[in-house]
């Protein structure tokens, strides 16, 4: 990921830049907090960003809680045959990206490519690649928005970013769903017992504000420490794109913070849509201004 980092500097630069010569106020959203990510993760899958309204519209579906199951259908046959046609290309002409890499590597190990495999790893990374770091960079500057001190503090101390990026994600917990489990065997839990095979919701979001865990947790405190969240859910399969994610923040933050301290938004926050209609909290449209 380190080696991510001045690419991902130069992709917000160039948003920053654009944001700034164009007319106020900016809806964030659209201007830098979905395209950074959606690039970024285009860019080290291999998958070519012309073609990123596609798979952001389709992706936005799969994890709206309004589509319907025939649209959520829809949306993920329209991936799967996107998806399917890139991989092909890319077996008949390997690039330096993540697929072709897979590709080049499946075909070392086993004499092949197993395209279905590969067609999980490509729509796992992309869909969950961009429209979970894009909610984080918009809740974030809102946030900081609010906090004058601690944004004060990051902009004085650099070093105070990445933990505060570790309080925004302990204090929004924005994909708490997405921690579902099963039973594996019985097991006792809470004086709960939960037999083998049972599903288990855990709510992370609970987990984030227990007091046990963190003193005064509805405060929003960056030196509290809060890297022991479970805003990435917990075990082997936590999030596979955690330190991405931290990266792409940090970037965010401090440049923001660096070259447009003003930020703040454009309208009263009770008029903002934020989405209670989605799977991944976040906002639809943040309208910005400086
Ligand atoms: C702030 C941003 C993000 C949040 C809050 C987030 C949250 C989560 C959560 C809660 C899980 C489920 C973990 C579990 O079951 O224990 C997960 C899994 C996953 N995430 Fe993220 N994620 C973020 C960014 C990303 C990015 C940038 C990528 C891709 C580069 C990514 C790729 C994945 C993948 C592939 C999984 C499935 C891992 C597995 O099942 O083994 N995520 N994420």
């Not at 101390?157 to 990445?162: M, R, S």
């Not at 926050?269 to 910005?288: M, N, Q, R, S």
Request: aromatic share 6%.
């Amino acid at each position: 990921m380190n080696a991510l980092k001045p690419r991902v500097q130069e992709i917000v630069d160039e948003h920053v830049d654009a944001m700034l010569a164009g007319p106020r106020p900016v809806d964030l959203v659209r201007a830098l907090s979905l395209p950074v990510p959606s690039l970024v993760i285009s860019e080290l899958l291999g998958v070519p960003y012309s073609d990123h309204e596609f798979f952001q519209t389709n992706s936005a579906t799969l994890v709206s809680h309004t589509a319907t199951p025939e649209e959520q259908r829809n949306a993920t046959v329209a991936l799967a045959v996107y998806l399917d046609k890139l991989l092909q290309d890319k077996e008949a002409d390997p690039a330096d990206d993540l697929l072709s890499r897979q590709i080049l590597r499946q075909r070392e190990d086993n004499g092949e490519v197993d395209r279905t495999d590969l067609m999980g790893l490509s729509f796992l990374l992309l869909s969950a690649g961009h429209e979970t770091t894009a909610n984080m960079i918009s809740l974030s500057v809102l946030k900081l928005a609010q906090e004058p001190a601690a944004r004060e503090a990051i902009r004085q101390d650099p070093a105070k970013t990445l933990p505060a990026v570790e309080e925004l994600l302990r204090y929004f917990t924005i994909a708490e769903q997405a921690v579902g489990r099963v039973a594996s065997e019985d097991l006792e839990l809470g004086g709960q017992v939960i037999p083998a095979g049972d599903g288990v919701v855990p709510l992370a979001h609970a987990a984030n504000r227990d007091p046990r865990a963190f003193t005064d947790p509805d405060a929003f405190d960056i030196d509290r420490g809060a890297r022991n969240h479970l805003t990435f859910g917990y075990g082997p399969h936590q999030c596979v794109g955690q330190n991405l994610a931290r990266l792409e923040l940090q970037i965010v933050l401090d440049t923001l913070l660096r070259r447009i301290p003003g930020i703040r938004p454009a309208v009263p926050v009770e008029e903002l849509p934020f989405k209670h209609d989605a799977i991944v909290y976040g906002i639809h449209e943040f309208p910005v201004t400086w």
